[in-house]
């Protein structure tokens, strides 16, 4: 079973455009992680973020984390074309590191 | 540093026949480790490797499934007499086993997609 849900499923924007995207989570966390995977490829590391920060920037991504309720949200500012991917989020367990990751969102930035 | 590499990047094979992948990390990172991916879904994890000790194992793992990584550099995923259900993409990640504060990602290679006719 996997950890994290993402919310939406799939999003559609204009270039320019903010999309944000959610993920809730179920148990506690240590950190809660951001990753982007293009059609057909690999997934490549965005953003951490602590359990201990309630938001962070890196870049036209914002990251926020609410440990109550189990949830965080990814923010991409000024979209572009090639913003245009699925975007998972991942809680690691605390003894080992090992991630588990959602179904993600995929995200089309129209041009 | 060339990143995670993974090979082949496309397999095509008829049901029944044997398929392995192969897994080479970063060269520094000693944790290793194999998730699947389905179409549509996130990576589920499979097996995780400490240098060359397998240290877990999903019970998404049938016995048809191995993975080594013998000496601690590259690693193997070898599926027998594969499925259909076997058709997924393949993915391989690495990381050193400790961080400094506030880091904690994985490296991830292309992936290896498997296709079951």
């Known amino acids: 079973s996997q950890q994290g849900e993402e919310d939406p499923q799939a999003l559609s924007i204009q270039e320019g455009e903010n999309a944000t995207m959610n993920c809730s989570y179920k148990?506690?966390?240590?950190?809660l992680q951001w990753y982007r995977q293009n059609s057909g490829r690999g997934l490549v590391h965005l953003i951490l973020?602590?359990?201990?920060?309630r938001e962070k920037h890196s870049g036209r991504l914002r990251v926020t984390l609410d440990t109550s309720k189990k949830s965080s949200s990814l923010l991409i500012t000024a979209s572009r074309a090639a913003d245009t991917a699925s975007y998972f989020c991942a809680t690691p367990r605390s003894n080992d590191y090992k991630l588990s990751f959602g179904a993600g969102t995929t995200v089309t930035v129209r041009a | 540093d060339t990143g995670v590499s993974q090979n082949p990047r496309h397999k095509i094979t008829k049901r029944g026949q044997n398929v392995t992948f192969r897994c080479d990390p970063i060269s520094e990172h000693n944790r290793l480790y194999w998730y699947r991916q389905t179409l549509g879904q996130g990576p589920e994890f499979l097996t995780y490797?400490?240098?060359?000790?397998?240290?877990?194992k999903s019970r998404l793992l049938s016995d048809r499934f191995s993975a080594e990584r013998p000496k601690g550099s590259f690693s193997t995923l070898e599926i027998q007499r594969t499925e259909q259900g076997d058709s997924a993409m393949y993915l391989c990640?690495?990381?050193?086993?400790?961080?400094?504060?506030?880091?904690?990602?994985?490296?991830f290679g292309e992936g290896s997609r498997l296709t079951v006719l």
């Open positions: 148990t506690s966390i240590n950190n």
């Open positions: 990640a690495s990381r050193p086993s400790a961080y400094g504060q506030g880091r904690g990602e994985l490296f």
């Open positions: 973020i602590r359990s201990n920060e």
């Open positions: 490797f400490q240098n060359e000790a397998q240290l877990e």
